[in-house]
């Protein structure tokens, strides 16, 4: 078994616990399956709310959360909403946004790279022909997305960069939103 090399807490992120996980892993891959939930609850109009606390992981069912999560999302008025909350596309973006900072936060920490500041602006471009079903040849999602990052911190250029690019190359978001997911969907009537 190989073990990985420690190193202090830094940046917030606690290094030795994440070298212990990755060795804990290393060691009995099963620990890695994981299964993330979330609910929504229609509320009116646009308007709905996304409830998040319980996940699978490491083997067991986790319940170290003991409050909820939730989240509004709604379309502004231009778009027959109310404004209550983001739009769920801009959750997405804040979804990429949080899932790379964190693995930025994570590598920095693993590299011994102590970061001082770390700012982020994703865009998102939608053609709302698509969503409108207005056009058969404009998609309904995004058509591009662009992630700008402002980073500092005790170590040289190349080095900041390349914490950002290891973040690219592991984030979970990232990889279902470039490559895409199968998603089911049940439905109970009544």
Known sequence: MTTTTSRP???GVDAPTLFATLDAVRGEPSLAKFQFRATNRWVSGTHNRSTIRGFYGAGQEDTSRTQDFTYD???PAILVGNGNGP???EFVLHA????LTSGLANIAAARGVTLTAVESTVEGDI???GILGLSGE???GY???RVSFRISGDAPDEVLRGLIEQSRARSAVYDVV???VPVQIDVTTG
């Open 87 to 89: 739009t769920p596309v």
């Open 73 to 75: 999302a709604d379309h």
């Open 96 to 99: 990429l946004a949080a899932c």
């Open 127 to 129: 053609d709302l022909l």
């Open 178 to 180: 470039t490559n895409g």
């Open 138 to 140: 404009v998609r309904n």
């Open 9 to 11: 807490p830094r940046n």
């Open 143 to 145: 058509q591009g997305i």
